[in-house]
């Protein structure tokens, strides 16, 4: 009889683990259920965004006072404004917006003018080579053979058909 009584008690907890699937698809207890699974996935981030943080952990525990309470470097700007390919970075003072201040607009178009003469002048000057320094570079060329025979042959050819 022991025996007995030891299955059916076996046979009774598993009844309580288990609920009837008439009564899980209740809507009560469907909710009931989602409202646990959500709870479970809200724990695992929990868990996970607490183990993805770290903390600082000192040897004593406490924090020194030689260390400053906080390192400040100060930068001029976070971004270093590149200039635009159309205008220029020489803007000074006020802008206007859709020719509404006409005498800005003029003192802007005046000041973008000289910056860009002073560019193609700067630009020149870097591309600029007198006279001797550029025969002095065109003798240095040597001329291949086979291109002035080809050279040739083209321009003979071209004479006997006319």
Known sequence: MSADKESGSTSAATD????????????FMQR???RAKVDEEKKLEKRLISESQWRAVYADGVI???????????EPSYL???????GSSAYIG????????????QVNAEIESQFRDQQTEQEE????TDDVAMAKSLAGIKR???VVSLRERNSRSKRSRV
């Open 80 to 86: 270093q404004m590149p200039k635009d390919e159309g």
């Open 94 to 105: 006020r802008r206007s917006f859709k020719a509404f201040n006409k005498q800005t607009d």
């Open 144 to 146: 291949d053979p086979e």
């Open 16 to 27: 309580e683990k288990h609920l009837s699937t008439k009564l899980q698809s209740m809507k």
């Open 32 to 34: 009931s259920a989602a």
């Open 125 to 128: 000057e870097k591309m600029a």
């Open 64 to 74: 020194s006072k030689e260390w400053p309470k906080s390192r400040v470097v100060y």
